[in-house]
């Protein structure tokens, strides 16, 4: 599951992003415990707890005293409305600067857009 290209508290705390987002975690749902995530994944406890504290700091998670980790009313939103954020400025914006250095229109790249198919961009 974890990779060494960023640090594995980070990887934790985007795989549980990833499946606010998904839906396989709602609103409300409890997330695996710290001591779960060290057992499962055989990770130092304090790892798992830096992910899930990140977390918490940003609205995603919020806990209950004595009953654990619980995803937060509305963070599937907030997560969507950063990850639109991101996709603009880091994505999207660097190719409409490289369109406009090619002299594509918006004209045609509104052609391209509205032509393919979703799911051939993947």
Request: proline share 4%.
């Amino acid at each position: 599951m974890f990779d060494g290209r960023e640090p594995i508290y980070q990887q934790i705390a985007e795989a549980i992003r990833g499946e606010i987002l998904s839906g396989a975690l709602r609103e409300g749902d409890q997330v695996m415990s710290t001591t779960q995530y060290a057992t499962t994944y055989r990770i130092n406890p304090a790892t798992a707890a830096k992910a899930f504290a990140q977390l918490v700091d940003e609205g995603i998670l919020h806990k209950q005293r004595g009953l654990g980790m619980f995803v937060s009313d509305g963070a599937p939103e907030m997560l969507r409305t950063r990850r639109r954020e991101v996709f603009f400025t880091e994505r999207l914006d660097p190719v409409l600067h490289e369109a406009d250095v090619l002299g594509i229109t918006t004209a045609e790249l509104t052609s391209y857009l509205t032509r393919t198919p979703k799911g051939a961009h993947r």
